[in-house]
T-cell receptor, first 115, second 112 residues
Framework: QQQVKQSPQSLIVQKGGIPIINCAYE??????FPWYQQFPGKGPALLIA?????SEKKEGRFTISFNKSAKQFSLHIMDSQPGDSATYFC??????????????FGSGTKLNVKP | NAGVTQTPKFRVLKTGQSMTLLCAQD?????MYWYRQDPGMGLRLIHYSVGEGTTAKGEVPDGYNVSRLKKQNFLLGLESAAPSQTSVYFC???????????FGPGTRLTVT
C-alpha cells in the first residue's frame, strides 16, 4: 500500500504555464513533506519542502500548498520553462525512533514543458 | 568534494549471480539510505544505517544485505540476483539534524 499517492503520472504544459502536481497521504504522523526534482540519468535533488504547521511555502517559482485537514499537498511551478522538464516526486517523512526519519515517496510525475 | 558517488553506474547480471553496489560519501553524514526506483513506484527504502557499524531493514529488504564498516561507505549486496531486482538503485545520506537527503547518481542494474 503506497503511503503517499501522487498524480498525475505525466503532465504537458506550454512554456509560461503553471503545472500543478498533487499528493495525498493518510498517516498524520508525517512531519515533513519534501518535493524532489529528478533529471534523466541523475539522482533526485531536493527542490522545496514544508512542515505541516505551514499552509504555503514559496521558493522562487516553486510553491507548495499544504492542506492539513484534507491530508493533501501540491507543487505549483510558476512561469514554467523548458528547463523545468523533469520528473517530480513528493515525499513524506516520519520519525522512526532514535531521531531517525524514514521517507515515503510518491510514484512521480513526468513534466514536459514545451517551448 | 564529490558528494555522494555510486559504483558501478551500470551492471548486467545473470540470475543467481552476486554483486555489491558501493556508495561513498565525503559529506561526513551519519545517516545513509539505499533505495530502489521502479517505474510507477517512486523510491522504496531497502535498508538504512544510522551510523558506522549499524544497519536496519527498510520497506523492501528481501534479497539484499548491507554493511557499513566505515562511516563514509554503505554497501548493498545481492547474494543471488533475481529478475525482480532489475531496477535503478540510489544511495542517499543526510545529517541527523537536517531532513534534506543528498542522493547519488544511481546504479542501473539489469538481471537477466
Amino acid at each position: 500500500q503506497q503511503q503517499v499517492k501522487q498524480s498525475p503520472q505525466s503532465l504537458i504544459v506550454q512554456k509560461g504555464g503553471i503545472p500543478i502536481i498533487n499528493c495525498a497521504y493518510e498517516n498524520t504522523a508525517f512531519d515533513y513533506f519534501p518535493w524532489y526534482q529528478q533529471f534523466p540519468g541523475k539522482g533526485p535533488a531536493l527542490l522545496i519542502a514544508i512542515r505541516p504547521d505551514v499552509s504555503e511555502k514559496k521558493e522562487g517559482r516553486f510553491t507548495i500548498s499544504f492542506n492539513k485537514s484534507a491530508k493533501q499537498f501540491s507543487l505549483h511551478i510558476m512561469d514554467s520553462q523548458p528547463g523545468d522538464s523533469a520528473t517530480y516526486f513528493c515525499a513524506a517523512s516520519i520519525n522512526s525512533g532514535y531521531n531517525f526519519n524514514k521517507f515515503y515517496f510518491g510514484s512521480g510525475t513526468k513534466l514536459n514543458v514545451k517551448p | 568534494n564529490a558528494g555522494v558517488t555510486q559504483t558501478p553506474k551500470f551492471r548486467v547480471l545473470k540470475t543467481g549471480q552476486s554483486m555489491t553496489l558501493l556508495c561513498a560519501q565525503d559529506m561526513n553524514h551519519e545517516y545513509m539510505y539505499w533505495y530502489r526506483q521502479d517505474p510507477g513506484m517512486g523510491l522504496r527504502l531497502i535498508h538504512y544505517s544510522v551510523g558506522e557499524g549499524t544497519t536496519a531493514k527498510g520497506e523492501v529488504p528481501d534479497g539484499y544485505n548491507v554493511s557499513r564498516l566505515k562511516k563514509q561507505n554503505f554497501l548493498l549486496g545481492l547474494e543471488s540476483a533475481a529478475p525482480s531486482q532489475t531496477s535503478v538503485y540510489f544511495c542517499a545520506c543526510r545529517r541527523p539534524s537536517v531532513y534534506e537527503q543528498y542522493f547519488g547518481p544511481g546504479t542501473r542494474l539489469t538481471v537477466t
